[in-house]
């Protein structure tokens, strides 16, 4: 279901004007439990729409690696889950759990492993089922959040093109800025679908939000000079969609317009280890990526983990 501003003015004590002007924020995707809306379905649609366009079929894959913080289950992986319904046994299969950084350390992850010849073709996701863990009493989070599932098909290339380096990084001092912890069930009418779980989400905010502003400028100014690039030679910028109001800081310290900065918070929330791998299929499917542009990825999350990558698009 779509979750708007004015439905969460029924929940928590909040209004539309306040999460738009603080957030950018809109709107929101909720999943259900009573219509196929797992983290793993959620996963088998965006990797199905990622193979359609790759025109692969699963059994060309050498490893499923996914970013995600809302498994369905404690274990096996959402990976594993996945790698079932698509019916691409015996190839490597695993999550893994950075926060929001969570899909850019998963393309990080296969792109060493393609380098070093271990993969040659692989499925990278971010998938998140935030309702799950979200606190719907607490107003200072509830209104941020999305559910969604982002899938990219990273084959093999000899012509230079796809991507350039990634970068990666985590202070494990800030844990505790975001977190998810043991708490109660409650559970608004409106949101009777949601499949909660026996523990939920907390957050410090205003501590975050400046830390987020500088790791993801040094985090995308590290990529910009390790490939001897400045912002003009970058196409788009394909930041997690946390807050518009994170996004614009960054890009104004980057020298970046926001013509070259794609969002969709306004349509999502945020999406976690989901929002870059949904913001480049939107951007995609758009038109915004044309052959030998470059696109600059860039995360911030719990843990406290960052990330950035250029990308040479190439299709
Ligand atoms: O995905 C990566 C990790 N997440 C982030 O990076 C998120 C980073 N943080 C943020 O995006 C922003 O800090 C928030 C959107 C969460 C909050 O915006 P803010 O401008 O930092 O507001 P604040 O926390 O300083 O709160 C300002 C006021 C407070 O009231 P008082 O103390 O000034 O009276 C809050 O209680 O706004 C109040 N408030 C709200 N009011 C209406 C907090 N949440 C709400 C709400 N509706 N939903």
Redesign the pocket.
């Known amino acids: 279901m779509i979750l708007s501003n004015k439905e969460l003015e029924t929940i928590?004590?909040?209004?539309d004007e306040?999460?738009t002007r603080?957030?950018g924020i809109q709107e929101r995707r909720i999943a259900s439990k009573h219509r196929e809306e797992t983290s793993t379905d959620l996963a088998t649609q965006a990797a199905l729409n990622a193979l359609d366009m790759a025109g692969m079929e699963p059994n060309q894959m050498d490893m499923i690696v996914v970013g995600t913080v809302t498994p369905d289950r404690q274990f096996p992986s959402t990976a594993c889950m996945l790698q079932k319904t698509l019916n691409a046994n015996r190839i490597a299969a695993f999550d893994v759990s950075a926060?929001?950084s969570g899909f850019l350390y998963a393309l990080s992850i296969v792109n060493d492993a393609i380098r070093a010849g271990s993969c040659k073709t692989a499925l990278v996701l971010g998938v998140e089922r935030l309702s799950t863990i979200v606190d719907w009493q607490d107003?200072?989070t509830c209104?941020?959040l999305g559910d969604g599932a982002g899938a990219v098909v990273v084959t093999a290339a000899s012509d230079g093109r796809g991507i350039l380096s990634t970068h990666l990084r985590a202070d494990g001092n800030l844990w505790d800025l975001?977190y998810a912890q043991y708490g109660h069930e409650y559970l608004p009418e409106v949101l009777k679908d949601v499949d909660i779980k026996p523990f939920h989400l907390r957050?410090e905010?205003?501590r975050?939000?400046k830390r987020?502003i500088g790791c993801l400028s040094s985090i995308a100014t590290e990529a910009l000079e390790h490939n001897s690039l400045t912002s003009e030679d970058i196409a788009l910028v394909v930041p997690?969609q946390?807050?518009l109001?994170?996004i614009q800081a960054m890009a104004g310290n980057l020298n970046f317009p926001m013509e070259k900065v794609f969002t969709n918070v306004h349509k999502y929330g945020?999406t976690?280890s989901a929002s870059i791998p949904i913001a480049l299929d939107e951007a995609n499917r758009q038109g915004l990526l044309k052959k030998d542009d470059r696109a600059l990825l860039v995360a911030?999350?719990?843990g406290l983990t960052w990330g950035s990558s250029i990308v040479t698009w190439s299709i």
């Open positions: 928590v004590d909040t209004t306040w999460i603080r957030t926060g929001c107003r200072g209104v941020l975001l957050m905010g205003n975050l939000f987020a997690h946390a807050n109001r994170i945020n976690s911030f999350g719990a």
